[in-house]
């Protein structure tokens, strides 16, 4: 029987040091050998956020002990990996270049190819480790690092319908958490807030709502609430400015999300399939408003296992995994992108005076 290739997958793009490995299992979904990560929690927790220096050092720490733990948890040796993927970007240039530069090495020493991963395709794909998806889909990414609305044509061919100019949905959860002193990660607090308060007290902007497609912006929500930070004494003011926060996510994401699923119509009329994925998917009333509006456009909606969701290295090594089967190998010259995008016609939209 002929071997069934096997994929080792490193991710280092942020503040998780995350390596897995996979199996090919032909016409079914591949097989999750290994899939360990360490997460850094603790050491940003005290700055409210990821020091990207310190984040680089703890990745050099860990990257070695979580790539033997995982070739131990799988029972896999060395020498029977067929190719090595690493995330090349985007994210932190200081971390991505920790996992990266220890793929290349991997790689040369065992002669075997080497392909470095968009971070984002490996998101885009991710749902294909849970469910038996066919392209294309419709894919809304919210995590701590991008908020976009993709449209998965294909491997290697992505058709951003819709992005945030601004902050990423987690980020802006992560900032509102972090002025009410709630600490980090602001999320989940947030949500746990969010269910004892009343959503009606405080009216929070909703930008570009009514405009600029299925283009998202969050930075105003959290100016804000600088603004109506003075007037929040006592628990339950806190509670009802969540509350407020997270009915105003809901309804911008309500409409943009309608606004996406026009667009990737436009493209695909017969294509009726929405994946959610990133940390900010854990939300249980995003998760509600969502299927509702499903329901509504005949969709079909998958959210994938939070493991496979939040970043991994299992989603990379799937990346990986396509690619190989497509002999889609890179140099050891490639180098880290913070920037890369994955639909290259798609403009930078970031900062004060874009056009959307
Ligand atoms: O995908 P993820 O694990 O990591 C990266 O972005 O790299 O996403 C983390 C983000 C954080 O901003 C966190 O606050 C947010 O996901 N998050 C949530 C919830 N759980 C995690 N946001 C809203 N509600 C939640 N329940
Ligand atoms: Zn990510």
């Not at 609305?149 to 100019?165: F, H, N, S, V």
């Not at 004892?196 to 405080?202: L, V």
Request: glycine share 8%.
């Amino acid at each position: 029987m002929k071997k069934k290739t096997i994929i080792i997958g490193i991710e280092t793009s942020c503040d998780e040091t995350a390596v897995s490995i996979l199996r090919d299992n032909g016409k079914n979904r591949p097989k999750i050998l290994s899939n360990v990560v360490s997460s850094q929690f603790k050491v940003h927790k005290k700055f409210g956020g990821v020091v990207p220096d310190l984040a680089a050092r703890a990745h050099l720490e860990k990257i070695d002990i979580m790539t033997k733990k995982a070739l131990k948890i799988s029972k896999i040796k060395l020498k029977e990996i067929d190719a090595v993927a690493a995330t090349a970007g985007p994210g932190l240039i200081v971390c991505l270049s920790v996992g990266l530069n220890f793929a290349k090495a991997l790689s040369i020493s065992l002669k075997k190819p080497f392909i470095a991963v968009n971070h984002l395709e490996g998101h885009a794909l991710s749902p294909k480790l849970n469910f038996n998806i066919k392209y294309p889909y419709l894919l809304f990414l919210i995590s701590g690092g991008h908020t976009q609305y993709l449209t998965i044509k294909k491997l290697g061919e992505y058709k951003r319908l819709g992005t945030t100019i601004d902050d990423a949905l987690g980020e802006a959860f992560d900032k509102t958490a972090k002025l009410l002193n709630l600490g980090y990660p602001g999320g989940p607090k947030i949500e746990e807030l969010a269910r004892k308060g009343n959503e009606n007290r405080f009216v929070l902007p909703k930008p570009i709502l009514n405009r600029g497609g299925s283009n998202l912006s969050f930075a105003g929500l959290k100016t804000a609430i600088l603004r109506v930070k003075e007037f929040i004494k006592t628990d339950k003011d806190k509670n009802d400015l969540a509350a407020s926060f997270q009915k105003t996510v809901l309804d911008i994401l309500y409409k943009k999300t309608k606004k996406a699923i026009e667009q990737h119509l436009e493209l695909y009329p017969k294509n009726r399939t929405l994946v959610v994925a990133g940390g900010v998917a854990a939300n249980k009333q995003i998760r509600i408003i969502l299927k509702k509006l499903c329901q509504d456009e005949k969709f079909k909606i998958y959210f994938p296992d939070l493991k496979l969701c939040t970043d991994n290295a299992a989603m990379i090594a799937l990346a990986g995994l396509e690619r190989y089967k497509k002999k889609k190998f890179d140099k050891h010259n490639f180098e880290a992108n913070p920037r890369w995008q994955l639909d290259n016609k798609a403009k930078f939209l970031k900062g004060a005076g874009v056009k959307i």
